[in-house]
T-cell receptor, first 115, second 112 residues
């Protein structure tokens, strides 16, 4: 298996532009998670999906952030408009079930820089 | 989920055992203890988890105190590749989601 795939790996954009981050979870996994990592705040959960349905988006910073999962093999995290404080590494992770203790598999992350 | 406390950093010599401690004095009976690690410039990866009994796998061992208020991740022979941030996380099995709440973790440095 290729693991969790994220694209792009690096993104540099200017303030005010729309940014779309993409994630392909591991086949057969039915839970998907978006995390953000910064030096100041560490790793934070933004939102997670179970069977393509958003379950908890309490970590989404504000209305500029939105996430979708149109099918079991694809999810997007969109920031519109982007701001310099959104600069971070964004990780996508997937797991086999939403309950229990099945491990989460993380992608390599997207490093976002907003100028 | 209950909170964990870990030292900010630790040092080890290559090929020596490493014991990474984690305190979780408010752990509940339904909390599993999970360990993940994050190598430089990579996403976190699962290491091991347990409930009450000590656990072993190919990566590490997990020793859980009898009262479950603390645990120790044991790397039997540290290599340079083990230099990473190690996160100790409690997961309540009753929670509907499989969310992980990451703290600051312990940054392990391995000296050759």
């Amino acid at each position: 298996d290729a693991g969790v795939i994220q694209s792009p790996r690096h993104e540099v954009t200017e303030m005010g532009q729309e940014v779309t981050l993409r994630c392909k979870p591991i086949s057969g996994h039915n839970s998907l998670f978006w995390y953000r990592q910064t030096m100041m705040r560490g790793l934070e959960l933004l939102i997670y999906f179970n069977n393509n349905v958003p379950i908890d988006d309490s970590g989404m910073p504000e209305d500029r952030f939105s996430a979708k999962m149109p099918n079991a093999s694809f999810s997007t995290l969109k920031i519109q408009p982007s701001e310099p404080r959104d600069s971070a590494v964004y990780f996508c992770a997937s797991s086999r079930t939403s309950g229990g203790n099945n491990e989460q598999f993380f992608g390599p992350g997207t490093r976002l820089t907003v100028l | 989920d209950a909170k964990t406390t870990q030292p900010n950093s630790m040092e080890s010599n290559e090929e020596e055992p490493v014991h990474l401690p984690c305190n979780h004095s408010t752990i509940s009976g339904t909390d599993y203890i999970h360990w993940y690690r994050q190598l430089p410039s990579q996403g976190p990866e699962y290491v091991i988890h347990g409930l009450t009994s000590n656990v072993n796998n190919r990566m590490a061992s997990l020793a859980i105190a009898e009262d479950r208020k603390s645990s120790t991740l044991i790397l039997h022979r540290a290599t340079l590749r083990d230099a990473a941030v190690y996160y100790c996380i409690l997961r309540d099995v009753r929670n509907a989601g499989n969310m992980l709440t990451f703290g600051g973790g312990t940054r392990l440095m391995v000296k050759p």
